[in-house]
């Protein structure tokens, strides 16, 4: 939200990156200290939390499915993990992913099919898969497109009137789907206001983009955001119907055996 992160995107980073000299503008910081303060930021309550969003899902001819699912996430030793567990529809109901950051190495990532009651690990490839018909990629939720790349600062600009970092993120050769990633950071808060996405070709593939943001537990968060696949003409609206920051997580959930229990 890994949002990241966008909703699932924002719930995952942190890694130590490079960036060149050149990025820095007039208040000295770099690309990699405003990524940084803004991927530690929990922008979305899952570094400590609760929450139930409502995902609703268009093609291209604006069909709509709505799905209502729950999160529960914290850090452990500084790492972020989470749970999602689908609520609604009947047909998914039950249905959970589980993700689990990881020191230098990719996320370990689960998902159960309440359907078929049965576990598969997310790795390799299948993690440029859509996520349960969504516009987000097991990758994007992991976030490692931006924790492996390098960076690059642009001018400052504004994203929906908001004062923003300009930010070009190249991940590193093997690493992504994407050719690049580029981020506008609102100043004050640093919450990501606008993520694009660029297929190899560099040719421009999804937009992400924070809709609200409002207060919570005295941090602002954001409450709604739209992942668009610009190629496709998907999209997936993320609504946050409820939320408890800070909320009692037991760490007993954030195992693979204890998915579908």
Same mark, same amino acid.
């Given at each position: 939200?890994?949002?990241?992160?966008?909703?699932?995107?924002?719930?995952?980073?942190?890694?130590?990156?490079?960036?060149?000299? =050149?990025?820095?503008?007039?208040?000295?910081?770099?690309?990699?200290?405003?990524?940084?303060?803004?991927?530690?930021?929990? =922008?979305?309550?899952?570094?400590?939390?609760?929450?139930?969003?409502?995902?609703?899902?268009?093609?291209?001819?604006?069909?709509?499915?709505?799905?209502?699912?729950?999160?529960?996430?914290?850090?452990?030793?500084?790492?972020?993990?989470?749970?999602?567990?689908?609520?609604?529809?009947?047909?998914?109901?039950?249905?959970? %992913?589980?993700?689990? +950051?990881?020191?230098?190495?990719?996320?370990?990532?689960?998902?159960?099919?309440?359907? %078929?009651? +049965?576990?598969?690990?997310?790795?390799?490839?299948?993690?440029?898969?859509?996520?349960?018909?969504?516009?987000?990629?097991?990758?994007?939720?992991?976030?490692?497109?931006?924790?492996?790349?390098?960076?690059?600062?642009?001018?400052?600009?504004?994203?929906?009137?908001?004062?923003?970092?300009?930010?070009?993120?190249?991940?590193?050769?093997?690493?992504?789907?994407? =050719?690049?990633? +580029?981020?506008?950071?609102?100043?004050?808060?640093?919450?990501?206001?606008?993520?694009?996405?660029?297929?190899?070709?560099?040719?421009?593939?999804?937009? %992400?983009?924070?809709?609200?943001?409002?207060?919570?537990?005295?941090?602002?968060?954001?409450?709604?955001?739209? %992942?668009?696949?610009?190629?496709?003409?998907?999209?997936? =609206?993320?609504?946050?119907?409820?939320?408890?920051?800070?909320?009692?997580?037991?760490?007993?959930?954030?195992?693979?055996?204890?998915?579908?229990?």
């Amino acid at each position: 939200m890994k949002i990241a992160t966008p909703l699932f995107a924002a719930c995952l980073l942190a890694l130590s990156l490079w960036s060149p000299a =050149s990025a820095a503008a007039d208040d000295g910081r770099t690309a990699k200290d405003i990524i940084d303060t803004m991927t530690n930021g929990d =922008s979305m309550a899952f570094d400590q939390g609760y929450a139930v969003v409502e995902l609703v899902i268009e093609n291209k001819r604006g069909k709509q499915r709505i799905r209502k699912v729950e999160s529960k996430g914290k850090k452990v030793d500084g790492l972020r993990r989470f749970v999602i567990t689908f609520l609604e529809p009947d047909d998914v109901a039950g249905t959970q %992913m589980l993700s689990i +950051e990881r020191k230098g190495e990719d996320d370990l990532q689960y998902l159960y099919l309440a359907s %078929m009651k +049965e576990t598969r690990k997310i790795a390799g490839a299948d993690k440029n898969d859509n996520f349960m018909g969504t516009d987000f990629t097991f990758a994007d939720m992991e976030q490692r497109d931006v924790e492996n790349a390098v960076y690059e600062r642009l001018p400052d600009t504004e994203a929906s009137g908001i004062p923003a970092y300009h930010i070009v993120a190249t991940p590193n050769a093997g690493t992504s789907e994407y =050719s690049k990633l +580029e981020l506008w950071v609102d100043q004050k808060d640093h919450l990501p206001l606008k993520i694009y996405y660029f297929d190899k070709k560099d040719r421009l593939l999804k937009k %992400m983009i924070s809709k609200k943001i409002e207060p919570n537990g005295g941090k602002p968060t954001i409450t709604k955001l739209l %992942m668009k696949n610009v190629q496709k003409g998907s999209r997936t =609206s993320l609504n946050m119907l409820r939320l408890e920051r800070g909320a009692a997580i037991p760490d007993a959930i954030f195992n693979p055996d204890a998915l579908g229990k």
